[in-house]
């Protein structure tokens, strides 16, 4: 494949560790930042924002630990706002902390908006256009690379077109080598970003690049940097997974795959986008933030299939509904199985699940999964589950042991404390176990107990950790005695899947669920796709 024309590269510029941090509930401590940065570097970013340096004690120990870490291809920026108000620029102090750290790149971010001027720094149009020249050159004087954000572009375009302009002048001859359009409050609509875009490449973009800065408060986040690239933007800002304040900052995990899958523009190399799902996960993660199964490419959502037609198309031609390969963005497609399932889908279930399957069978297992989510199961939400019920229709399932009894006991004593104990009689090969084991809890308890019977059997099992746990009452009309239905997740590292019981029995069902879920990951299909992804992964 021929690589774009270099008018067709796009600079990748990540803002997640400055403007993502101020998202509510957002904080990492230094370190964390540090393998966010890893992350982003990993992914082909070009520019990584770190924040301002010593603004505070965390990012003064985060420009130090960042000052001996190593990219392969990420430069980091520090962030910094232009010179106070009759002040030299060689003696503000925040410009010199600038000067001093060890980034190449500055970036600067500048007043354009009249109302801002009034109501906000209380200058002038002149001062203020002295404070982002001086400020800009002292910087280039200082041997840094300078980006010069215009904040409130759009609406200081708005108000004044002429002004904003000579703001961006003003840091393009003071050697400002981009200069960024900021939509700070988010309000701005794609017609009105793509027209004042074009202005300013028209102008300037002879002398410098234009970037793009854009907020999603009206939703158009990633549609206002999309269409800022088409009329001439150069360089993207924004967070992963759109972290940022009030609605978030536009997502650099839609924007990158749809400027270069979409529209043709260079942003990362295709192995480093193929890890796109996999670090914007990683980052939610460190985040501690759940994934948005619905985020377009990288969520869970992105390439599941339910309806009949749809998993029936697919399964003859990705094409038919799909509208790129997943595989391009490191995602995994996926079949979700419902009431709605017909025979079609559960064929292409068991095919992915490595698990034969004949017309009959797959008859079966639809009457049964019928039958069972109209008790209240979810197999959805219960890939490990069903997998175990597809073999069990076709004879082939076979248990990890044969159930004799469990007992649990639970008591609160007089100090307040809680002690939970869980008795497991089973049979494995005409051997008969029983184990007590102490938990947290119930499920705690009846997990650590089964283990313990069957964990030399089965060293596999050693490698699954439970890592969620959800309980739903299915019909609060009958309090207390209503039916419950519980999910979990477990994973071995590797692979991630979910199990699922329903009883009127809280207990009884969080037994059920635990059940599945060490058996289906105790599957050969699975086992063998998780050595497969480590082997992958250590090549990688």
């Not at 995994?332 to 079609?344: F, I, N, Q, Y």
Request: proline content about 3%; glycine content about 8%.
């Amino acid at each position: 494949m021929s690589q774009p024309a270099a008018e067709k590269r796009v600079i990748v510029y990540d803002t997640t560790l400055r403007d993502g941090m101020q998202g509510e509930g957002m904080s990492l401590s230094a370190e964390e930042k540090v393998r966010v940065a890893h992350a982003l570097d990993r992914l082909g970013v070009d520019l990584i924002e770190a924040g301002f340096p010593a603004s505070n004690p965390k990012e003064e120990e985060l420009f130090a630990l960042l000052a001996d870490e190593r990219f392969e291809h990420a430069e980091i920026a520090a962030f910094g706002m232009t010179r106070r108000r009759d002040t030299r620029a060689s003696d503000d102090p925040a410009l010199r902390l600038l000067a001093e750290c060890f980034a190449p790149v500055c970036t600067l971010v500048g007043k354009t908006w009249k109302l801002h001027l009034e109501k906000v720094t209380q200058v002038d149009p002149h001062e203020n256009l002295r404070m982002i020249s001086e400020s800009v050159a002292f910087l280039v004087e200082q041997g840094k690379r300078v980006i010069y954000d215009a904040e409130h572009f759009f609406d200081a375009w708005g108000d004044d077109s002429d002004y904003a302009l000579r703001c961006l002048r003003a840091a393009v001859e003071a050697g400002a080598e981009c200069v960024t359009l900021c939509d700070t409050n988010g309000a701005t609509l794609p017609p009105a970003v793509a027209a004042a875009t074009a202005r300013v490449v028209a102008e300037l973009g002879e002398h410098v690049t234009v970037g793009i800065h854009t907020h999603d408060d009206a939703g158009c986040g990633v549609a206002n940097s999309l269409v800022a690239v088409e009329a001439g933007a150069r360089l993207v800002q924004g967070t992963i997974n759109g972290y940022g304040e009030r609605c978030g900052n536009a997502n650099l995990t839609t924007i990158i795959p749809n400027l270069q899958l979409k529209m043709g523009f260079a942003c990362v190399e295709a192995d480093k986008l193929a890890r796109l799902t996999e670090i914007a996960h990683l980052i939610d993660e460190i985040c501690n933030v759940t994934p948005n199964p619905n985020q377009p490419y990288v969520g869970k959502n992105a390439f599941a299939h339910k309806g009949g037609m749809h998993i029936a198309g697919v399964s003859r031609d990705a094409r038919t509904f799909e509208h790129i390969d997943p595989a391009l963005v490191g995602a995994d497609r996926r079949l979700l199985v419902s009431e709605l399932a017909g025979k079609g889908t559960i064929k292409a279930r068991a095919d992915e699940s490595g698990i034969e399957i004949d017309e009959d069978a797959a008859a079966r297992v639809i009457a049964r999964v019928k039958e069972l989510e109209h008790r209240g199961y979810h197999f959805e939400a219960a890939d490990g589950s069903l997998d175990l019920l597809i073999l069990k229709e076709t004879g082939r399932y076979e248990p990890l042991f044969r159930l004799e009894s469990w007992r649990v006991i639970s008591e609160k004593r007089a100090d307040g404390r809680v002690e939970t104990e869980a008795t497991i009689k089973l049979w494995v090969d005409g051997e008969r176990y029983v184990r007590t084991a102490e938990g947290n809890g119930p499920v705690n308890a009846l997990d650590r107990a089964l283990r313990a019977a069957i964990g030399e059997r089965y060293p596999h099992l050693r490698d699954i950790e439970l890592v969620n746990f959800k309980v739903r009452i299915l019909d609060e009309t009958k309090g207390t005695g209503a039916v419950t239905r519980v999910l979990i997740d477990a994973s071995d590292g590797v692979d991630t899947w979910g199990a699922i019981g329903v009883s009127e029995n809280i207990i009884e069902a969080s037994w059920e669920a635990l059940v599945d879920s060490l058996e289906a990951g105790m599957l050969p299909s699975r086992r063998e796709h998780t050595r497969a992804r480590a082997v992958a992964d250590a090549r990688r």
